[in-house]
């Protein structure tokens, strides 16, 4: 059995994921999608317990660090998933855990990525400065810093990819639960527009920015749905995908 097939074989058996054929598709055809993993160093900043990560390093990246401070400490369940996940997977390839925050990484990392994930992390990273980070100086002084940060990590040409939902929701904006995203708290997320200007301050480029469809839909849904219109009656979630243009460690200043 191939890596890549070890990988969908252990997130169903450790249900890592309710819905293993629709993670492949939102993988391939949303979160990913026109991204090239094979050969890269990837970054997975808020990893979680791995599941993109192990999705990447099972299939072609060459080594892939994930990101986690909920992994410091005591053992957490994310911490337990993960060690059962790389057990179960076996990957080839090096993927390595570090239980810090970005901020302390920056500090001690020499090298640099080819690839940023940030897969609904961004708003996690400090929930209060993004609630008002439409409006509040010292709160997008706070992001500034942490793109900064990212830029560190970066050399040109390496791919930033970012998803969250954005801001604005027909369901949000009527008070009302979405059904597709119950959980979701939106006045504690930001459009992809504003992250995506901030990131234009330190030295990104963005390159697109796409509008997640359900997965149950296929690509008939990613067709349908792909725009901000059909995004904001359904789940708002978005994927940006920045360049970045400048030198990074040691030509940005903090
Ligand atoms: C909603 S989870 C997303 C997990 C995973 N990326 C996924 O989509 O399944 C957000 C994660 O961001 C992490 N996080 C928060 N602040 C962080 C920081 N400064 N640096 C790195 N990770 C951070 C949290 O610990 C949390 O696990």
Redesign the pocket.
């Given at each position: 059995m191939s890596a890549g097939e070890r990988f969908y074989t252990a997130i169903q058996k450790l249900g890592a994921h309710p819905r293993p054929k629709r993670l492949r598709f939102y993988i391939e055809h949303q979160f990913l999608r026109g991204i090239d993993i094979v050969g890269k160093r990837i970054l997975?900043?808020?990893?979680?317990?791995?599941?993109?990560a192990l999705y990447c390093i099972t299939h072609g990246a060459s080594e892939v660090v994930v990101?986690?401070?909920?992994?410091a400490g005591s053992r957490s369940d994310?911490q337990v998933m993960f060690e059962a996940l790389v057990e179960a997977i076996r990957p080839e390839r090096p993927i390595r855990l570090v239980p810090?925050?970005?901020?302390e990484?920056v500090a001690t990392e020499g090298g640099s990525f080819d690839i940023i994930?940030?897969?609904?992390?961004i708003?996690?990273?400090?929930e209060e400065a993004c609630a008002v980070l439409d409006r509040d100086g010292a709160a997008r002084g706070y992001y500034r810093q942490?793109f900064t940060h990212l830029a560190r990590l970066s050399r040109s040409g390496t791919q930033l990819v970012v998803?969250d939902c954005a801001r604005r929701n027909v369901f949000g904006d009527l008070g009302l639960r979405n059904p597709l995203l119950p959980s979701i708290e939106w006045h504690k997320h930001q459009s992809p527009r504003l992250w995506g200007q901030l990131l234009e301050e330190v030295g990104f480029k963005i390159r697109c920015i796409d509008w997640t469809s359900p997965n149950i839909l296929g690509k008939a849904g990613r067709w349908m749905l792909n725009n901000a219109v059909m995004a904001y009656l359904t789940m708002s979630h978005f994927r940006l995908v920045a360049e970045y243009q400048g030198e990074g460690k040691g030509n940005v200043s903090v």
């Open positions: 997975d900043v808020g990893g979680g317990y791995g599941l993109y990101l986690e401070p909920q992994l994310t810090e925050v970005v901020e990484f994930l940030m897969h609904n992390s708003n996690h990273i400090n942490f998803a």
